[in-house]
DNA sequence: TATGGCCTGTAC
DNA sequence: GTACAGGCCATA
C-alpha cells in the first residue's frame, strides 16, 4: 500500500512530469471520489500547476490559490492513461475503479482504485486542511529536530502499543503497516510494547530507524507488497529488502534461526521476530 | 481510545 | 463460500 516512500516516488515522478502544465480539465468518474461542497471540478479548468507537493500520505496539486490533495489509501494509484497495466475492460467498462482523470495540455493522468477507498479534495486554506487532520511534521523537513521533539513529546502519555503508536498519524507521519513493522524489527521492540513502558533511548531508536528505512525505501522507488505501482506502472523494488513484513514463518533475516510471527495489533496485521524483537517491559 | 465501516480482489 | 488486506474517519 501507498506509504511515505512510495507517495514520494509518485509526487517526484508528478512533479518531472505535470508541473508547469496546464490543467484542461478534470473528467469525475465516480462522484464518491470528489470531496468539496462547493468548489467544483470545472473551477480548476485552465489553470496552470505550479508543483505538486507531499505531506503525509497525501499528494497536493498546487494551482497557487486553489489545490487537489489526493489520498491513495490502499489500492489507489496514479497511472498514465496509456500505461499498459491499466485493465482495458476496466476502461472499455467505465468503471467506477478508473475514479478520475486529470487531463492536462500533454499528458493525460488517471486515478485508479479497484476498492474506491481514495479521495480527490479540493482545498482552498491548505494549512487549515492539514491543521484538521492534526498530522504530525513531516520526517524529512528543513527543520527535523520539529518531527522528534513532537514525537517524543507526545509518546508518554499512551498504554497503547507501540505499534498503533507510529501509525497514528498526529504523534509521528508517513508511516502505514509496512515500514512500522520493519522499524520495530530494526530497533528490537516488540510492536505490542506498551507506549510509555517504553525507555526515551528506544523511542529515537524508533523514530530514527523509521526515518532511515523509509529513506532507504524512497532510493528503491517504494515497496510493492501487493498492489502499489508508479505512474508507468512499474513496481517499487524495496520488498527485497523487508525483514519482517509479510514473511510469517520465515527465517528472521538478522538472527537466521527464528521465524517470523504475526499477530494482530489494532486490527492490523503486525510481523516480528521473537527472537529479535522480545516482549519486555523495560521500566514501570 | 478502541472499534466498525468503507470497498473489492485475492487466498484459503 | 468466507476471511482477509489496511488508511482514515465517524462513532461510542
Given at each position: 500500500?501507498?506509504?511515505?516512500?512510495?507517495?514520494?516516488?509518485?509526487?517526484?515522478?508528478?512533479?518531472?512530469?505535470?508541473?508547469?502544465?496546464?490543467?484542461?480539465?478534470?473528467?469525475?468518474?465516480?462522484?464518491?471520489?470528489?470531496?468539496?461542497?462547493?468548489?467544483?471540478?470545472?473551477?480548476?479548468?485552465?489553470?496552470?500547476?505550479?508543483?505538486?507537493?507531499?505531506?503525509?500520505?497525501?499528494?497536493?496539486?498546487?494551482?497557487?490559490?486553489?489545490?487537489?490533495?489526493?489520498?491513495?489509501?490502499?489500492?489507489?494509484?496514479?497511472?498514465?492513461?496509456?500505461?499498459?497495466?491499466?485493465?482495458h475492460n476496466i476502461i472499455k467498462a467505465?468503471?467506477?475503479?478508473?475514479?478520475?482523470?486529470?487531463?492536462?495540455?500533454?499528458?493525460?493522468?488517471?486515478?485508479?482504485?479497484?476498492?474506491?477507498?481514495?479521495?480527490?479534495?479540493?482545498?482552498?486554506?491548505?494549512?487549515?486542511?492539514?491543521?484538521?487532520?492534526?498530522?504530525?511534521?513531516?520526517?524529512?523537513?528543513?527543520?527535523?529536530?520539529?518531527?522528534?521533539?513532537?514525537?517524543?513529546?507526545?509518546?508518554?502519555?499512551?498504554?497503547?502499543?507501540?505499534?498503533?503508536?507510529?501509525?497514528?498519524?498526529?504523534?509521528?507521519?508517513?508511516?502505514?503497516?509496512?515500514?512500522?513493522?520493519?522499524?520495530?524489527?530494526r530497533a528490537g521492540v516488540h510492536p505490542?510494547?506498551?507506549?510509555?513502558?517504553?525507555?526515551?533511548?528506544?523511542?529515537?531508536?524508533?523514530?530514527?530507524?523509521?526515518?532511515?528505512?523509509?529513506?532507504?525505501?524512497?532510493?528503491?522507488?517504494?515497496?510493492?507488497?501487493?498492489?502499489?505501482?508508479?505512474?508507468?506502472?512499474?513496481?517499487?523494488?524495496?520488498?527485497?529488502?523487508?525483514?519482517?513484513?509479510?514473511?510469517?514463518?520465515?527465517?528472521?533475516?538478522?538472527?537466521?534461526?527464528?521465524?517470523?510471527?504475526?499477530?494482530?495489533?489494532?486490527?492490523?496485521?503486525?510481523?516480528?521476530?521473537?527472537?529479535?524483537?522480545?516482549?519486555?517491559?523495560?521500566?514501570?
Amino acid at each position: 500500500m501507498p506509504e511515505l516512500p512510495e507517495v514520494q516516488t509518485v509526487v517526484s515522478d508528478l512533479q518531472e512530469l505535470v508541473a508547469s502544465q496546464t490543467l484542461e480539465k478534470i473528467v469525475i468518474n465516480d462522484p464518491k471520489v470528489w470531496f468539496h461542497s462547493s468548489l467544483q471540478p470545472k473551477y480548476f479548468t485552465g489553470r496552470q500547476l505550479r508543483h505538486v507537493d507531499r505531506r503525509g500520505k497525501y499528494i497536493v496539486y498546487n494551482f497557487g490559490d486553489i489545490h487537489l490533495v489526493q489520498h491513495l489509501r490502499m489500492t489507489g494509484k496514479m497511472l498514465l492513461s496509456d500505461a499498459k497495466e491499466i485493465p482495458h475492460n476496466i476502461i472499455k467498462a467505465n468503471s467506477l475503479q478508473l475514479r478520475l482523470k486529470l487531463i492536462f495540455n500533454n499528458v493525460e493522468l488517471v486515478f485508479y482504485d479497484p476498492r474506491r477507498f481514495g479521495t480527490m479534495t479540493a482545498v482552498i486554506d491548505l494549512d487549515a486542511y492539514f491543521k484538521s487532520k492534526q498530522l504530525a511534521p513531516e520526517l524529512y523537513s528543513n527543520e527535523p529536530q520539529l518531527a522528534l521533539d513532537h514525537y517524543l513529546a507526545k509518546v508518554d502519555y499512551s498504554n497503547r502499543p507501540i505499534k498503533s503508536t507510529i501509525l497514528d498519524q498526529s504523534i509521528i507521519c508517513g508511516a502505514g503497516n509496512i515500514y512500522a513493522d520493519e522499524a520495530l524489527h530494526r530497533a528490537g521492540v516488540h510492536p505490542s510494547t506498551p507506549t510509555n513502558t517504553l525507555l526515551s533511548s528506544q523511542h529515537q531508536a524508533i523514530f530514527a530507524h523509521l526515518k532511515e528505512v523509509m529513506r532507504e525505501a524512497i532510493l528503491k522507488r517504494g515497496t510493492s507488497a501487493a498492489d502499489y505501482l508508479d505512474l508507468n506502472g512499474n513496481p517499487g523494488v524495496f520488498k527485497q529488502y523487508l525483514k519482517v513484513y509479510k514473511r510469517k514463518d520465515e527465517l528472521c533475516k538478522t538472527c537466521d534461526r527464528t521465524r517470523i510471527c504475526r499477530i494482530k495489533i489494532a486490527g492490523r496485521s503486525s510481523h516480528y521476530c521473537p527472537k529479535c524483537q522480545p516482549f519486555t517491559k523495560t521500566n514501570d
